[in-house]
C-alpha cells in the first residue's frame, strides 16, 4: 500500500485529503468514496454520490485516468466536471 495525498480545487478552495491505495487509479476511486461532502461547501451528500458514480464510470470506461505531470515524479493530474482539478501526489510507502 501507498499513502497518496489528494489536493482537490473546487469553486475557490483547496481541500486536501490522504488516503491508503495500491496505486493512482485506486487513491483516485477512494477519494471520491471518503470525501466528507460537509467539509467541502457547495458539496452536499446528492453531489457526492454524482461525484463517486462519474469517478467509478469513467475510470473504468477509461474516459478518465489520472495523467502523470511532465518532469515531476509521482505526481498525476485528473478531473472531471464535478471534480474540478484533482492533484494526486504518492507520498509515500505504508506498511
Same mark, same amino acid.
Given at each position: 500500500? +501507498? $499513502? ?20 493512482? +487509479? ?9 470525501? +466528507? ?9 446528492? $453531489?457526492?454520490?454524482? $461525484? +463517486? ?31 474540478? $482539478? ?10
Amino acid at each position: 500500500m +501507498n $499513502l497518496y495525498t489528494v489536493i482537490h480545487e473546487y469553486r475557490g478552495g483547496t481541500y486536501i485529503y490522504q488516503v491508503e491505495a495500491i496505486d493512482v +487509479n485506486e487513491a483516485l476511486l477512494k477519494w471520491g468514496r471518503e470525501i +466528507n461532502p460537509q467539509s467541502v461547501p457547495f458539496m452536499g451528500k446528492k $453531489l457526492k454520490e454524482k $461525484l +463517486n458514480k462519474e469517478i467509478h464510470e469513467k475510470l473504468y470506461e477509461l474516459e478518465l485516468r489520472p495523467t502523470p505531470l511532465d518532469g515531476i515524479k509521482n505526481c498525476w493530474c485528473a478531473g472531471t466536471i464535478l471534480s474540478g $482539478l484533482v492533484n494526486i501526489i504518492k507520498t509515500s510507502k505504508t506498511k
